[in-house]
Every structure is written in C-alpha cells, then in structure tokens.
C-alpha cells in the first residue's frame, strides 16, 4: 500500500459542539458543517496542511457507514500528534487546548526520547498529543 493518507475522521458526539472546538477554540480554518441534506451526511472539514484534513463526524454515522455497531470510544485506541517546533509553543497549544474547554490529560513535560509533549483531549474525548520532538520537526 502507497501511504496517501489525506483525510482523519473523527467520531463526535455532537458535531456543533465539536466544531466549535476545533474552529472557535482551536482556530482551524472551517467552511463549516456541511452535507446536511443527506441523512447520515453532516459533516466538517478543516485543512490541516497541504493535502490533509480533519473530518468531524457524528458517531453514530460513522458506525452507521461502517455497518459497526456503536461502541463506546477508547481514548487510548489513537491519537493525533500535533508536532511543533519549539517547547514554548507545546506549551501555548494546551493553554489554548484548556480555554477552549478541552481536558488536559497529561500536562506538558520532557520526555524520555528528548523531547517535550503533553496529551489532551477534545470535548468528545478524542486523544491528541501535543509534541515537540527534535528528531522529527515540521517543515515550517
């Protein structure tokens, strides 16, 4: 398989609130929720980087789609590392992350590989990582 990973979906419980998260409290760029025309079909996208975005789904469509049955989610299953260039600035996104009413789980310290990271989670309990690593630092 040739990695052309261009879309992460994320299942949220409320799709307003979630949006309101990532776009109001967070400062991704949205056109907003949109498909709402369609049963199953409301849905969010924010462009994270080039050729890569967030999808914000509801749960239940998402389960819908796959023909799983609904489950609780497992905050430990995945999570998304947000990787930045500098300490101070893992440190300015979990300020961001707990004004805009996510839930710092870990907060930001060294790491045993060198780095500096702290874990948070979003209103719907979706694992992200907040991560500088001096070994694998965004282009810009």
């Not at 799709?15 to 949205?30: H, I, K, Q, S, W």
């Not at 914000?56 to 930045?84: I, K, M, Q």
């Amino acid at each position: 398989m040739k990695p052309r990973i261009s879309v992460l979906t994320l299942g949220v419980t409320d799709l307003e609130r979630a949006v309101r998260f990532y776009r109001d409290g967070l400062g991704l760029a949205t056109p907003g929720i949109i498909g709402k025309e369609f049963e199953h079909g409301a849905v969010a996208f924010f462009d994270l980087q080039a050729g890569l975005k967030l999808a914000l789904w509801a749960r239940d469509n998402l389960a819908w789609d796959t023909g799983l049955p609904a489950s609780a989610p497992c905050p430990t299953g995945f999570s998304v590392g947000h990787n930045v260039t500098s300490k101070d600035e893992v440190d300015q996104v979990m300020a961001q992350v707990a004004r805009a009413g996510g839930t710092i789980v870990k907060p930001a310290q060294d790491t045993f590989y060198g780095g500096y990271a702290g874990y948070f989670q979003d209103p719907d309990g979706n694992l992200w990582e907040a991560v500088w690593n001096p070994s694998i630092l965004p282009a810009d």
